[in-house]
């Protein structure tokens, strides 16, 4: 029986032992889970029968792009393109004990002249939630099919399909206490296209498999600490890489509720990434997940924004690099319908193992504004404008990418 079967079994032999062994509960019980996903149904638009659904249409990236590949090619490459499709979230509650939630998002990248980079992307997650007094388990499938950058050191959009399945056990034995134990599995497959004769199914097809062990503490009705222990391990397809690998780290930071008047989630703490293959770099220290949005008053509204950790590397022999990223921004309400947005960040992309006498290092900066209008209570139409820069102490790696377009988001 492979891995991924006896999770599953595991992981559905536990959810049954809690589903007879729970307490008697009502409503959407006492969890802070439970209230999350009753807030999510009182806020779908739609009632279709049994169904409660949200949907969201979303025209975005539209306009000119200075430079498609980022700097892969000798020349850069200038095109106009754009990205659309609806997102649906749809909900089948049970008498107030079973949920079902579907997520579906098909969306079309188009260009108009790099034909080669037209596509189809569609994203897919499928979850059941079964709600008591004091605990909800939950399981779900996802699956996502999409040609996107998904890196800062990829310069060229990358198919990539996704295969996951994850589970999840929240046990909240008082009011501002609970602890939540979870599961992910997940199969990346970048199948078989490349450019300049980079194949990146050669160098990242993966399996990663990761264990959360979480305990939250309400501090106020809208910010919540919470405290976790991870374990992840990274098999990969290609046993020629050496690149197989596993993490330890452990995690604190407040969550902040969508409602208030500070929202997001502040997360920092301390990993330990294991080469498996000795003759490969380790790394040891600090990383971060973080974005928090600050509104002091009516009119204005600041955010902040860091992420550090280890990505899996396309380059040479680094089986990771050491991605940096720290940012901020503000939006400006001169009235209800209209926003002025101004973000700006630096990074910077770190690899452990030597090309020839350097290390390489990126460093690279962005800036973007914005104008959103409120065309109607559910419409709104943004243009937008960035500046994208990267300095390298590699030849060749130098570049800037700018564009100019607009979104257009229809929320019914």
């Known amino acids: 029986m492979t891995r991924m079967k006896i999770s599953l079994f595991v992981y559905l032999a536990s959810t049954c032992f809690a589903l007879v062994y729970a307490e008697k509960g009502y409503g959407y019980g006492k969890t802070w889970f439970g209230r999350d996903l009753e807030w999510q149904l009182q806020n779908a638009r739609l009632n279709l029968g049994p169904f409660r659904v949200r949907a969201v249409f979303v025209l975005s990236n539209a306009g000119y792009d200075s430079n498609v590949y980022y700097g892969a090619t000798e020349e850069p490459v200038e095109d106009y393109t754009f990205t659309a499709g609806p997102a649906f979230n749809v909900y089948l509650p049970l008498k107030k004990k079973i949920i079902f939630h579907f997520y579906e998002s098909p969306q079309y990248v188009y260009f108009r002249e790099t034909e080669r980079e037209r596509a189809w992307n569609n994203y897919f997650l499928g979850q059941v939630h079964f709600v008591f007094n004091r605990l909800v388990a939950s ?130 703490g301390y990993k330990l990434f294991d080469s498996l293959n ?69 990074g910077r992309n770190e690899y452990p193992e030597e090309e020839g006498v ?32 990267r300095h390298s102490n590699l030849d060749l790696e130098d570049d800037y990418r700018d564009f100019v377009g607009f979104n257009l988001i229809y929320d019914f």
């Open 139 to 268: 399981a779900g499938v996802g699956r996502s099919d999409a040609k996107q950058r998904w890196n800062t050191e990829t310069d060229i959009p990358i198919f990539r399909k996704e295969d996951s399945f994850q589970g999840s056990l929240l046990w909240q034995p008082a009011n501002r206490t609970s602890f939540n134990l979870s599961y992910r599995m997940a199969r990346y497959d970048y199948g078989e296209g490349g450019l300049g004769g980079l194949y990146y199914s050669l160098k990242l097809n993966r399996d990663e498999t990761y264990y959360n062990l979480t305990g939250y503490r309400d501090v106020t009705t809208r910010t919540r600490l919470f405290l976790d222990a991870e374990c992840g391990v990274f098999d990969f397809a290609n046993p020629m890489l050496q690149k197989n690998s596993k993490s330890y780290g452990g995690y604190g930071g407040l969550e902040f509720s969508p409602l208030g008047k500070v929202r997001g989630r502040l997360k920092i």
């Open 358 to 389: 350097l290390r390489r290092q990126d460093d690279y900066q962005i800036h973007s504004v914005g104008i959103y209008f409120r065309l109607r209570e559910n419409i709104a139409l943004g243009i937008i404008a960035s500046s994208w820069v």
């Open 278 to 346: 000795p003759q490969r770099k380790d790394y040891e220290g600090i990383v971060g997940d973080t974005s928090v949005s600050i509104r002091p008053i009516k009119g204005l509204a600041a955010r902040v924004f860091f992420r550090r950790d280890v990505q899996f590397s396309v380059w040479l022999d680094n089986t990771y690099f050491l991605e940096t990223i720290l940012g901020a921004g503000a939006s400006v309400y001169l009235n209800k319908n209209i926003r002025l947005d101004y973000d700006y960040s630096r």
